[in-house]
């Protein structure tokens, strides 16, 4: 068979796109803005294959993933035990394959698993209870009559928990390779979650996000190893949670190169990478969340959402148009779970492993991600790694250049919907606004994470820059 399915069409390099791209700027060539990263890497606004390295492109295109689909995995909050079963079963039947269950705080003896779980096979349905409480002693009430293999898990984050709360990780740590050995046998239970969201609602950059996350994964894996556990069970066994903002090719751009990055950690601790297989949740971003123009939320979690599964997501967590919706009106959450449900039946997106593979520029901007990335994440080994990092204020100084740079492009005139384009001047804050949080918070001298949110502190009279 030929490899010329075309013939009609010749190729064309990149002189000839440069002269399309005048013609139709009306030869204005410079009128296309710059595009870049906070942290400034520069992204093409067209490549052709001259622009690849031959030999680069198929090792990124090895580590992504290889297995078509994705879990429609909506977020539930808990209220009481029959109400939250209720609702669990409502989603289920509604095109769930998974449910991110939110425990926050709630004492495990006021959950009530046997009503909660009623009629839910734990052993058929994975859901990942999001807890700060005991994870060894929450998977001894839920694994109560529940069959031997269980799927889901705890997803909760010792060292996340302690960056955004000051909250002391060790004991947690030890809570967490004790349920590790008591699950070693259930390979679809993930024991530990490796948070993103708090970089990205932190206003970390791509480049960050990812230099972080693989950061955590990292001290993660020394910490697991350390114990005992074994690399690869506990490599596979992690849930990597990361936000979706609405930059489009930007995000599916990150999560490819997280896929890239997460191979080289794997390979780093001597993993067969045919076996390697990061599970990783893309969750649809609080960071750009208006407070009362939930229509224009709804626009943007759907973008968000495409980038994900183009992106290569796992599992898909599509947040309510609503923020703290009320629990008992179903509509927000309806619509987010049907987001997921159109991009599989009516896209045929879930039948594709990698969609962006292929593209000249999607592959570009990928491997430069990666790139930037992996510099951040060498440097912060040289300066210990995750931990010593953040208690030296290197995390958080980063973080906060990047917010304020944010804010900077849109007093610039950068467009993003809702947010300083088509508001509504009545939008209220939903978070923490950036008079609190550009000071930071101290706990035992430590400056913690804090969640922001870019409407808010757009429209709280631009603090930034005062």
């Known amino acids: 068979m030929t490899s010329d399915l075309f013939p009609e069409f010749g190729p064309f390099d990149k002189k000839d796109w440069q002269k399309q791209a005048e013609k139709e700027l009306k030869g204005k060539p410079d009128a296309l803005p710059e595009w870049k990263t906070e942290t400034g890497v520069q992204f093409e606004h067209y490549c052709t294959a001259d622009d690849l390295d031959p030999e680069r492109v198929p090792e990124l295109q090895n580590y992504q993933k290889k297995i078509p689909g994705w879990l429609n995995m909506p977020v539930l909050d808990f209220t009481d035990a029959r109400d939250t079963n209720s609702r669990i079963i409502s989603a289920l039947t509604s095109g769930a394959d998974a449910i991110f269950l939110n425990l926050a705080d709630i004492p495990l003896s006021r959950c009530e698993f046997p009503k909660l779980l009623h009629s839910v096979r734990l052993s058929d349905t994975a859901i990942y209870f999001h807890t700060t409480e005991d994870g060894s002693r929450l998977f001894t009430e839920i694994s109560k009559n529940a069959g031997y293999y269980l799927k889901g898990g705890v997803a909760f984050d010792p060292l996340a928990h302690w960056m955004t709360t000051g909250k002391p990780y060790e004991a947690a740590l030890k809570l967490v390779v004790d349920l590790h050995n008591k699950t070693r046998n259930m390979k679809?239970?993930?024991?530990?979650?490796?948070?993103?969201?708090?970089?990205?609602?932190?206003?970390?950059?791509?480049?960050?996000?990812?230099?972080?996350?693989?950061?955590?994964?990292?001290?993660?894996?020394?910490?697991?190893?350390?114990?005992?556990?074994?690399?690869?069970?506990?490599?596979?066994?992690?849930?990597?949670?990361?936000?979706?903002?609405?930059?489009?090719?930007?995000?599916?751009?990150?999560?490819?190169?997280?896929?890239?990055?997460?191979?080289?950690?794997?390979?780093?601790?001597?993993?067969?990478?045919?076996?390697?297989?990061?599970?990783?949740?893309?969750?649809?971003?609080?960071?750009?969340?208006?407070?009362?123009?939930?229509?224009?939320?709804?626009?943007?979690?759907?973008s968000e959402a495409l980038s994900a599964v183009i992106g290569g997501c796992n599992a898909l967590t599509v947040e309510p148009c609503i923020k703290n919706a009320d629990p008992g009106d179903p509509f927000p959450r309806r619509i987010a779970g049907n987001v997921s449900s159109l991009l599989r039946y009516e896209s045929y997106l879930a039948h594709v492993a990698d969609p962006a593979a292929g593209s000249y520029l999607m592959e570009s901007m990928s491997l430069k991600i990666a790139d930037a990335a992996w510099l951040l994440f060498l440097e912060m080994e040289k300066k210990g790694g995750l931990i010593p990092c953040f208690k030296s204020g290197f995390i958080q100084e980063r973080l906060d250049l990047a917010y304020k740079q944010k804010l900077a492009d849109l007093h610039s005139g950068q467009v993003i919907i809702g947010v300083n384009r088509y508001q509504l001047k009545t939008d209220?804050?939903?978070?923490?606004?950036?008079?609190?949080?550009?000071?930071?918070?101290?706990?035992?001298?430590?400056?913690l994470l804090t969640e922001r949110n870019l409407a808010t502190a757009w429209q709280s009279g631009h603090t930034a820059f005062n």
């Open 188 to 302: 679809e239970f993930r024991p530990v979650m490796v948070d993103g969201s708090c970089y990205h609602n932190a206003g970390a950059d791509p480049v960050q996000e990812l230099a972080f996350v693989i950061s955590h994964a990292v001290c993660y894996m020394d910490m697991l190893t350390d114990e005992g556990i074994s690399p690869l069970p506990a490599f596979n066994r992690f849930l990597f949670s990361v936000s979706i903002g609405p930059d489009y090719l930007t995000q599916i751009a990150k999560l490819r190169a997280l896929r890239f990055l997460l191979g080289k950690v794997a390979t780093a601790f001597n993993l067969p990478g045919e076996l390697a297989s990061p599970f990783i949740q893309a969750r649809t971003s609080s960071f750009y969340h208006s407070a009362i123009l939930p229509h224009t939320n709804m626009i943007r979690v759907s």
């Open 428 to 447: 209220v804050a939903t978070t923490t606004s950036i008079s609190e949080t550009s000071e930071g918070k101290t706990f035992e001298g430590l400056r």
